[in-house]
């Protein structure tokens, strides 16, 4: 609207006001500006403090994606073989990861109450930087398939994710692929300072011979906990680790996300046929633990599955270790694989039977969730395997028969023996 003010009888000056709207749409403008500068803020805030300390690899970098659907709906595809970091100590930890990395290593088993992932976080930040370095290809954070485990003293709903969040700012990472309960069974709670890496003692692991564990827990409420954090695009996937299939039977009829793996022992020597079958029915992948049966922590008197002669011979027979033989017969029978070496020559050897892949698949195929997996490299290889390679590891249902005979379920990890004062029998 204009209006006019007359300053004399010969001249009119007409003068423009701004219309009323105008002021408002200025407010309007200032304050979207105000929220938007307050959201960035808030954004920046939020990556720092869950990161727990800086770092300056992309692994790390925080994206809030919904998992959930991915989870619920995508075929799960995981690498086939993977390194275990069990034991495997503060010092020894940089060149391993590095060499493993280097090798065509894909898949990393780790856990708190290992009490290396500090290290490890370190080893992947600095492997990837040497990489840069030397001008070689850098892995992508979506190559390399990461997994942790809720350690016991975290059970209790509220505790579930600040844990979550301790384990990827000790591993440097921004979320994990996939995300175990490490054991069906819950201890008192452990306090811990998120804001510092690594553990300043093992308490999280002492259970005083089974006086601290808590029966009060249900494994309902964890489980409700770590689909929120699939929800929250903390984790991709999640699943148990030493669930027997009741407790794995129980699971099924109250999750909203179900496990996608159970990790158990696994090896000659105890071939829980009746668990694999029962994965296998409810698309469960089955991930093998100590599939050589632990030969670096069996105690004085155990039995020694490497040594087996049945395995032994078997294996001169095809020309290959009996670790090679007992991973490529626990890839037969449709189970994935992790395996912990600190030996190159090992590493490689372990990694060489990947190529049993395609014979396993035809044996695993109605599985749903993909066992292709990552196809891994060794030494510059492209992942082609001849014929003549991949039959060294293609077992004959005779080769296979003979294996099956050696069961005699013999565990190397016994609850019921930490736990003495408060046995928990969980595979019994």
């Not at 970098?61 to 075929?75: C, G």
């Not at 009490?115 to 390399?144: C, M, Q, Y």
């Not at 579930?160 to 994990?176: C, F, I, M, N, S």
Request: charged residues 20%; glycine residues 6%.
């Amino acid at each position: 609207m204009q209006r006019s003010r007359p300053t004399n009888t010969n001249r009119i000056t007409t003068t423009t006001i701004p219309p009323r709207h105008s002021s408002i749409n200025i407010i309007i403008l200032s304050l979207a500006l105000l929220f938007i500068l307050l959201s960035s803020l808030h954004s920046i805030i939020f990556i720092y403090k869950s990161r727990a300390t800086t770092t300056t690899t992309t692994w790390s970098r925080i994206v809030m994606i919904n998992y959930t659907k991915l989870a619920t709906t995508a075929a799960f595809n995981m690498p086939k073989i993977g390194l275990g970091t069990l034991d495997i100590s503060p010092s020894e930890v940089q060149p391993v990861i590095n060499e493993a990395l280097s090798m065509g290593y894909r898949l990393f088993d780790c856990a708190p109450v290992y009490f290396n992932e500090k290290k490890i976080g370190d080893a992947f930040e600095e492997s990837t930087r040497s990489v840069v370095d030397v001008g070689a290809a850098l892995p992508h954070r979506t190559d390399v398939f990461i997994t942790s485990k809720l350690a016991c003293p975290f059970h209790r709903p509220e505790h579930v994710e600040p844990a979550l969040k301790k384990t990827l700012g000790d591993l440097r990472l921004g979320y994990l692929d996939l995300f175990l309960v490490h054991w069906p069974v819950a201890f008192k709670y452990v306090e811990f300072d998120p804001s510092v890496r690594g553990w300043e003692n093992e308490d999280i692991d002492e259970s005083d011979n089974g006086k601290l564990i808590d029966p009060s827990v249900s494994l309902r409420d964890t489980w409700g906990a770590m689909e929120a954090l699939v929800d929250k695009g903390l984790v991709k996937h999640i699943g148990v680790a030493n669930f027997p299939v009741m407790l794995l039977h129980d699971m099924l009829s109250y999750a909203r996300i179900p496990p996608c793996v159970n990790q158990v022992e696994i090896h000659p020597y105890n071939q829980q046929s009746e668990l694999l079958a029962y994965c296998k029915s409810r698309n469960i992948t089955v991930q093998a633990y100590s599939p050589l049966g632990t030969p670096g922590y069996k105690k004085d008197g155990e039995p020694n599955v490497l040594s087996d002669p049945v395995l032994k011979e078997i294996a001169d027979a095809r020309g290959i270790s009996v670790a090679q033989l007992c991973i490529a017969w626990s890839l037969r029978r449709g189970c994935h694989v992790v395996a912990k070496s600190l030996d190159k020559k090992h590493m490689k050897e372990n990694l060489e039977v990947s190529s049993v892949s395609a014979s396993a698949a035809a044996v695993g195929s109605n599985y749903e969730n993909g066992f292709a997996g990552t196809t891994s490299t060794v030494d510059g290889d492209d992942g082609a395997t001849d014929d003549a390679e991949s039959s060294l590891f293609a077992l004959s249902e005779d080769e296979m028969e003979r294996i099956a005979s050696l069961d005699r379920g013999y565990r190397f990890f016994r609850p019921e023996d930490w736990w003495k004062d408060t046995p928990v029998p969980v595979f019994h």
